[in-house]
């Protein structure tokens, strides 16, 4: 159980294009999400947390309005990163956690965005 | 100053040594702790939860200690596929969010 998956795995764009990527929580509920990005040796950072229904709150330093999250349901969230720039290029990585207070996060395969 | 740092190494072991690594974190309000492993490319899985009194799972040991506020993993009888990247994380009380380490590179030899 507790699987997330995360689509596409793989992704390249040209600069000032918009890219998609979901996040499935498949075979459970998932009252928060969240995205993080991680650049070649460094740490997972938080960049938003979301939860179904309402709007996303960002970690400082995140633009809202260049990384657009949309948690319209309890299995599915997606991050659009608009007018990309080789500087997004990066692993973005989805997790998702249940209600209930046990704040396990369950974390997505993972897509690596290239901006050309 | 980072939240969570650990020691990049790194560490290059022989088949079956035992290697050992730390991290320190800078919230005194930090309630869980974990190490998470990441292979290349992939995303991070939970290896373990660290409890205050210590804890094994097989091969690993973690160890937590709150007066100095760091954290260890200890392998032993190291495996191959025990070479990956592994991810010292804390998790203030009450709170969903997690703080990553960058991480400590094992790499086993044969």
């Known amino acids: 159980g507790a699987v997330v998956s995360q689509h596409p795995s793989r992704v390249i764009c040209k600069s000032g294009t918009s890219v998609k990527i979901e996040c499935r929580s498949l075979?459970?509920?998932?009252?928060?999400m969240f995205w993080y990005r991680q650049f070649p040796k460094q740490s997972l950072m938080l960049m938003a947390t979301?939860?179904?229904?309402?709007?996303?709150?960002?970690e400082q330093g995140v633009e809202k309005d260049k990384f657009l999250i949309n948690h319209a349901s309890l299995t599915l969230s997606t991050l659009t990163v608009t007018s990309a720039h080789p500087e997004d290029s990066s692993f973005y990585i989805c997790?998702?956690?249940?209600?209930?207070?046990?704040?396990?996060?369950?974390f997505g395969p993972g897509t690596r965005l290239t901006v050309t | 100053r980072k939240e969570v740092e650990q020691d990049p190494g790194p560490f290059n072991v022989p088949e079956g040594a035992t290697v050992a690594f730390n991290c320190t974190y800078s919230?005194?309000?930090?309630?869980?702790f974990f190490w998470y492993r990441q292979d290349c490319r992939k995303e991070p899985k939970l290896l373990m939860s660290v409890y205050s009194s210590g804890n094994e799972d097989g091969r690993f040991t973690a160890q937590l200690n709150r007066a100095s506020q760091y954290i260890s993993l200890l392998i032993r009888d190291s495996k191959l596929s025990d070479s990956a990247t592994y991810l010292c994380?804390?998790?203030?009380?009450?709170?969903?969010?997690?703080?990553f380490g960058a991480g400590t590179t094992v790499t086993v030899r044969a």
């Open positions: 979301s939860n179904e229904g309402s709007k996303a709150t960002y």
């Open positions: 919230n005194s309000a930090s309630q869980s």
């Open positions: 075979d459970f509920q998932a009252t928060t």
């Open positions: 994380v804390v998790r203030p009380a009450g709170d969903y969010k997690l703080s």
């Open positions: 997790s998702a956690s249940t209600s209930g207070g046990s704040y396990e996060q369950y």
